[in-house]
């Protein structure tokens, strides 16, 4: 995925990656790292009755120029941004959401990168529960720790992988996907459903989460809630609270209530 205004060190620069950069393992952990700690997750401009761009130029935009962050077409189309300019292939891969009580459709963008001829899972944009570095789709069936998260890897005879967080000792499914390459343009009509449908997540209330070194920061509509090293800290906030708190605690800017 191309846009013709992305600059490289502009990237860096917004998620705060120094050091040589090059198409290795290290570069793809760091970046995704960096990039999950510094640009939230977040739907406001689905809150603000808009319905989401896909146009490369207008997500590096809103993303790197902006200073703001968004949901999974835009932030992980960042980083594949970035995977281009960096000579790292990657596919797209729809992905079904499993944290729902009924079966939805592929509603979920990821990315699976290549180096050295092993791949490597990549999402920066699964909400509260995304992985927090690459995963390697060969480690299956064990437990996988990265930092205060653990995830666990399967795969089926179909070739269907399934994605999973543990959580208070249980195995919460977060979603499956298989290696079938998806272009840019087959995401827009779930693009528009989350954007819009009454029924998305994303139409009803207010998310934005970022990740921490120790654990996550999470607004759900009126609801803000800090885990760091396994331990919560929730409180109440009014709607005239919320702009401040985004300043404050995800610095995002007056520009996006």
């Known amino acids: 995925m191309k846009a013709d205004n ?49 146009v490369p130029e207008e997500i590096y935009t809103k993303i790197v120029v902006r200073r703001r962050g968004g949901y999974c077409y835009e932030v992980n189309g960042l980083f594949a941004m970035a995977l281009d300019a960096l000579g790292i292939p990657h596919r797209f891969v729809a992905a079904r959401p499993m944290i729902y009580p009924v079966r939805r459709p592929k509603t979920h963008m990821a990315l699976v990168a290549e180096i050295g001829g092993e791949r490597w899972l990549c999402d920066l944009s699964f909400g509260s529960y995304s992985i927090r570095e690459p995963l390697r789709l060969d480690w299956l069936d064990r437990e996988i720790v990265q930092g205060p998260a653990t995830f666990r890897l399967s795969v089926n005879g179909e070739g269907e992988y399934l994605l999973q967080s543990l959580s208070d000792g249980s195995w919460i499914n977060l979603y499956e996907f298989n290696l079938s390459t998806q272009e840019w343009v087959d995401f827009e009509p779930a693009n528009y459903l989350n954007s819009t449908h009454p029924g998305s997540v994303f139409v009803q209330a207010l998310m934005v989460v970022l990740q921490t070194p120790s654990g996550k920061k999470v607004l759900h509509g009126e609801r803000f809630k800090v885990i760091s090293e396994g331990r919560a800290e929730e409180c109440s906030v009014s709607r005239e609270e919320i702009p401040e708190l985004l300043l404050r605690e995800f610095s995002l800017g007056e520009d996006c209530i």
């Open 6 to 54: 992305f600059d490289l060190q502009a990237y860096f620069s917004r998620i705060g990656f120094h050091g040589a950069a090059s198409a290795d393992l290290a570069t793809l952990r760091g970046l995704m790292r960096c990039q999950l700690f510094t640009v939230p997750f977040e739907n406001l401009d689905v809150q603000n009755g808009k319905v989401v761009s896909l």
